[in-house]
């Protein structure tokens, strides 16, 4: 299904992200229902041959009415999206994607994100949070600079009110003079490692540019994550 959209808000979440209150009709709800972890593709309706490009649904399901992506200032399509003011109508396919929250009672979630690849977490930590679940869930956020941790505040005020989740954010390339007090350098091996109690008993989600996603995906081999239980997204 391909529905006309429009553009009800406009926040700045980082320097360079920008995310986007989208409407969904009352006729194509039902179409437009989501799983935390789905994406959604865009096209602007003023093009010929419209470019159309895949965005990951930032916002949890818990609105009917609306959802949410989160856009980075990067590459043509999205450089000019990023820029699209409150109003502007786009068409917009339903929602559609594997890389989905799964739950399982016996189970943790470990989720490792690098750059704009945590706005699904953003959806499943929220739709976590919402729900009141039990389910221990980790998120470990990578970024060049503090403020480019997109959702940083979100992500904190989450830890600190739903005791089963917890968030490790790190910054790679900090001046050494940066006033930022958290954890620097790269996601590597022990960090994910004292994440990981029980490899068999846990389920490990990558995102990010596909160079982070296959060393992650690499980690959790070596950890002794099986297979079925480690699920990436990843362009580039």
């Known amino acids: 299904m391909i529905i006309e959209t429009e553009i009800l808000e406009v ?23 989501f799983t ?41 399509y999205g450089a000019a999206l990023y820029r699209h003011p409150v109003g502007t109508r786009l ?25 704009s690849g945590v706005t699904p977490f953003h959806a499943f930590v929220g739709d976590l949070a919402a729900r009141g679940s039990s389910t221990p869930a980790t998120l470990l956020q990578s ?30 390339r900090a001046a050494s003079d940066d006033p930022w007090q958290g954890r620097r350098g790269r996601i590597e091996r022990d960090l994910v490692a004292a994440h990981i109690p029980d490899p068999d008993a846990t389920r490990f989600y990558a995102c990010g540019p596909g160079a982070f996603v296959k060393a992650m995906l690499a980690l959790a081999e070596a950890l002794g994550i099986p297979k079925e239980r480690r699920h990436k997204e990843q362009w580039g």
């Not at 700045?12 to 709800?29: F, H, K, S």
């Not at 068409?91 to 750059?115: H, I, K, T």
């Not at 970024?143 to 941790?149: D, H």
Request: proline share 8%.
């Open 91 to 115: 068409g917009m396919r339903s929602p559609a994607g594997r890389f989905v929250l799964q739950e399982n009672p016996d189970e943790a979630l470990l989720m490792v994100a690098g750059g």
């Open 143 to 172: 970024a060049q600079q503090a403020a480019e941790l997109v959702f940083h505040g979100a992500f904190e005020a989450w830890a600190d009110s739903h005791a089963p989740f917890t968030y490790v954010p790190t910054i790679t």
């Open 11 to 33: 926040r700045q979440t980082t320097p360079i992200d920008r995310t986007l209150r989208l409407a969904i009709p009352a006729d194509a709800r039902e179409g437009f229902a």
């Open 36 to 76: 935390p972890g789905q994406f959604v593709v865009l096209h602007d309706l003023d093009e010929e041959k419209p470019t159309r490009r895949a965005y990951s649904i930032s916002s949890p399901p818990s609105d009917a009415a609306h959802l949410e992506i989160t856009v980075r200032d990067m590459g043509t």
